[in-house]
């Protein structure tokens, strides 16, 4: 994508920030939480599909479910707090003034976010889960870090935006949860829209920069970065608080069950397909 391409999608995007911009002060909270339902789509529970999946009751079913809806909220609130963190570590470093521009209403809607998923994890469970990711090593090169960046923020929220999306679409998801992840969808769309294009344009912009050793140092930088991503889906923290036991060695066992590998699979070849078509995931050819 070239530059003059790229402005003009960030003054559309600020536009739209600017005209829809939602607020969570519509969201009805509920003193409690109906204990008899579903607080995430049950096909998206980690556990899902595996052995133990069908040896619980449904009620087993329904707390777990609980517990992993104040997982997912966990890792928005980590995922917003460093998105926020990095991004604005950028503010004004770029000679496009629509680039700050427009970043300042990214973040504005990522501290907005970052509000109502801790309120309810703190609301409903007194607790947000700590983050257990891995440090991964990246090429020391602050122009490809910035490539590295805006791709781990992207990987980070498609498959997020992909869980909202599929949650919020779902009858049998109590109110609050299912409003929480309509909302983080519809902004989280315009973040994804600019997040591709700031991509395709900074890559555009490096392409004499990356020979073959860069792109598969980039290549194995997001791949354990996407391996990580997901492993905070499967969290003993929560499968304990459920009532499970063996957690870590069910996290593990669940991980790297062929159901789990499937629905990885599916979900991020269908919504990251340009990563594997750049070869920045995926094997290097």
Partial sequence: MNTAKFTTQLKKLTQMSEQQFLTPDALSWPSVL???QWCFKP????????????????????????????????????????????VS??????????????????????AKHMMYF???????????????????????????????????????????DEYNRQIAGDSKVVGIVSEINRLHHLEESRHLAFGLGFLKYWLTELHDRIDEHKLQQINQHLNG?????????YCPDAYFDAGLT????????????????????KLQHKRLAWFYHQQLLGDVA
């Fill in 43 to 86: 096909e998206l529970i980690s556990i899902y599909g595996s052995e133990q999946w069908y040896e619980f009751t449904d009620a087993q079913k329904k707390k777990l479910s609980f517990y992993e809806a104040i997982n997912f909220f966990s890792l928005n609130v980590h995922g917003e707090k460093y998105l926020i963190n990095a």
């Fill in 89 to 110: 570590s950028h503010l004004f470093n770029f000679p496009s003034l629509e680039m700050s521009e427009y970043l300042l209403h990214f973040i504005e809607e990522e």
């Fill in 225 to 233: 970065f996407l391996h990580n991503t997901w492993k905070q889906f």
């Fill in 246 to 265: 063996d957690c870590a060695s069910l996290s593990l066992t669940v991980f790297n069950s062929e159901p789990a590998k499937q629905h990885r699979d």
């Fill in 34 to 36: 109906p204990k008899n």
């Fill in 118 to 160: 801790s309120r309810f994890c703190i609301q409903y469970a007194n607790k947000i889960y700590p983050l257990r990711a891995l440090e991964i090593g990246a090429p020391r090169d602050d122009e490809i870090e910035l490539l590295l960046l805006f791709a781990r923020i992207y990987i980070f929220e498609t498959i997020v």
